[in-house]
Structures are given as C-alpha cells and as structure tokens.
C-alpha cells in the first residue's frame, strides 16, 4: 500500500506560482509512474502531468504546458509540480497519484493522496 501525501496548495493572485509536492511511503517509490490530476468543483478529475519512473518521460495535459513542471526525487520519494503563470481556471483540488504504468485517465491510477487546494484568484 503506497500513501501519498500532498502539500503545497494555498490562495495565489493570476500570474503566480505555486510549488506542490507529494511525499510518498513506500520504498519502491522509484518504480512506480507518478502523476498530478485535478479536480474542480462539480468536474471530473482531469490529468495534469505524469513522469516515468527515471524522470526522463514527462507529459503534459494541453491546459498546461509550457506553464507547469513536473519532476521526481527519487532519493526523497517525492513528486513535485511547479506551477507558473497560474490562471484562475486552474483553481482545483490537485491528487497525486501513483500507478505501476502510465496511466492519464483515473481508471489506471492505483493509489491516491488526499489532494490539496489550489485557489487563484483573478
């Protein structure tokens, strides 16, 4: 059983940046692919990003790139997102998720963490 914990949400102005982290349990934290979705209200959850299990293969959701970046440190068993020129349609509960392939829609992930808010205001 892996857990995942997120950390890093907050309230911040368009423009901004945000930095989300995602610490994760499990020793073997280096195999697993490990991604971000978000959730707004009353919206499904959508992907955001994903990296392999090295951090050479990344990937993206439209809505996102060139202004997000995701990245692994397998040493600390933690994901990050870094969050730049942050728009207010990017306000949602962001999940890590973890998953033993690539998985972009939510029936593949095979763990989740709790989520945490990101609010940006206009």
């Known amino acids: 059983q892996v857990q995942l914990v997120e950390s890093g949400g907050g309230l911040v102005q368009a423009g901004g940046s945000l930095r989300l982290s995602c610490a994760a349990s499990?020793?073997?934290?280096?195999?697993?692919?490990m991604g971000w979705f978000r959730q707004a209200p009353g919206k499904e959850r959508d992907f955001v990003a994903g990296?392999?299990?090295?951090?050479?293969?990344?990937y993206y959701a439209d809505s996102v790139k060139g202004r997000f970046t995701i990245s692994r440190d397998n040493a600390k068993n933690t994901v990050y997102l870094q969050m730049n020129s942050l728009k207010p349609e990017d306000t949602a509960v962001y999940y890590c998720?973890?998953?033993?392939?690539?998985?972009?829609?939510?029936?593949?992930?095979?763990?989740w963490g709790k989520g945490t808010l990101v609010t940006v205001s206009s």
């Open positions: 998720a973890a998953s033993q392939v690539i998985a972009t829609t939510p029936g593949g992930i095979h763990y």
């Open positions: 990296i392999n299990w090295n951090g050479k293969i990344t």
């Open positions: 499990e020793r073997t934290f280096s195999s697993y692919y």
